[in-house]
Nanobody
Framework: VQLVESGGGMVQPGGSLRLSCAAS????????MRWYRQPPGKERELVAQ????????YYVGSVKGRFTISRDNAKNTVYLQMNSLKPEDTAVYYC?????????WGQGTQVTVSS
């Protein structure tokens, strides 16, 4: 299993970023996918989830209305569009498959929101 996150960076409050996660080594198109984040000095937390077909999504309350999770099963890639970013969104962001492969993690991508 390989998970490669990208798209992070430094952005001012109110800005946007689009994260990508390229997955391989498992049946991506049949797997529910999640985005997690780990703020500095804090526990990793679930941010968003998307069903295998993309027809169902879930968001933690703090990002609802600002973040959008999506996927392209033809490209084995899951995305996280982040708008109206706040300083409290600063974290390392990870994608993760639900189920048998859930112990697999990538290197993450750093998102820093600061003026």
């Amino acid at each position: 299993v390989q998970l490669v996150e990208s798209g992070g960076g430094m952005v001012q409050p109110g800005g946007s970023l689009r994260l990508s996660c390229a997955a391989s080594g498992f049946s991506f198109s049949y797997t529910i996918m999640r985005w997690y984040r780990q703020p500095p000095g804090k526990e990793r937390e679930l941010v968003a989830q998307i069903s295998s077909t993309g027809g169902s999504t879930y968001y933690v309350g703090s990002v609802k209305g600002r973040f959008t999770i999506s996927r392209d099963n033809a490209k084995n890639t899951v995305y996280l569009q982040m708008n109206s970013l706040k300083p409290e969104d600063t974290a390392v962001y990870y994608c993760n498959p639900v189920g048998a492969q859930s112990s697999s993690w990538g290197q993450g991508t750093q998102v820093t929101v600061s003026s």
